[in-house]
T-cell receptor, first 116, second 111 residues
Framework: EPEVTQTPSHQVTQMGQEVILRCVPI?????FYWYRQILGQKVEFLVS????????KSEIFDDQFSVERPDGSNFTLKIRSTKLEDSAMYFC??????????????FGEGSRLTVL | AQSVTQPDIHITVSEGASLELRCNYS??????LFWYVQSPGQGLQLLLK??????LVQGIKGFEAEFKRSQSSFNLRKPSVHWSDAAEYFC?????????FGAGTRLTVKP
């Protein structure tokens, strides 16, 4: 069964460093998402991406964050200069195109980011 | 804007007892509704979903949920809880490529 894969599963970084989290969505999906879950808290929407551009973003997704689909298969989340409060589990998700989009997002296993 | 409320932060039930986790949503039309489960250190696993039709939906692991439009609710139920059901449960509402999650309910199962 096709699945969303994320790398790395866990990354430890120093405050101020740049981090790139990678995701490979399901191959025929066209919508891509990043969500964040700070330890013990709810899953929060960061950004959605369609047709090579951001379609929606939350207030969390500030100028320190960016997303890219560099090669048609990977979908990346970059944090330019990490802060302690960026420590969280980051989930990538993908979904089908509009005509068949029944709302089901397929989530990856998550990438845990620890900022020291 | 759509939102999801899970009133219970933490629920403890005995193994073999029945379970109901509450979820209320706020949205003008009928949204698509989901329940996800997250075991410690794991990702999100879809338990079940409601799009339309029969308001009682069956999911994996013996879970079911009932959509009640009049109450704006989509409560998750299981007749007999197993120790392996201990996890965090998230209700979610989806509309127009936007999925929002509730705060989650942590389930503890007593032996």
């Amino acid at each position: 069964e096709p699945e969303v894969t994320q790398t790395p599963s866990h990354q430890v970084t120093q405050m101020g460093q740049e981090v790139i989290l990678r995701c490979v969505p399901i191959s025929n999906h066209l919508y891509f998402y990043w969500y964040r879950q700070i330890l013990g808290q709810k899953v929060e929407f960061l950004v959605s991406f369609y047709n090579n551009e951001i379609s929606e973003k939350s207030e969390i997704f500030d100028d320190q964050f960016s997303v890219e689909r560099p090669d048609g298969s990977n979908f990346t989340l970059k944090i330019r200069s990490t802060k302690l409060e960026d420590s969280a589990m980051y989930f990538c998700a993908s979904s089908l195109p509009d005509s068949a989009n029944t709302g089901e997002l397929f989530f990856g296993e998550g990438s845990r980011l620890t900022v020291l | 804007a759509q939102s999801v409320t899970q009133p219970d932060i933490h629920i403890t039930v005995s193994e073999g007892a029945s379970l109901e986790l509450r979820c209320n949503y706020s949205y003008g039309a009928t949204p698509y509704l989901f329940w996800y489960v997250q075991s410690p250190g794991q990702g999100l696993q879809l338990l079940l979903k409601y799009f339309s039709g029969d308001t009682l939906v069956q999911g994996i692991k013996g879970f079911e949920a009932e959509f009640k439009r009049s109450q704006s609710s989509f409560n998750l139920r299981k007749p007999s809880v197993h120790w392996s059901d201990a996890a965090e449960y998230f209700c979610a509402v989806y509309n127009n490529n936007d999925m929002r999650f509730g705060a989650g309910t942590r389930l503890t199962v007593k032996p």
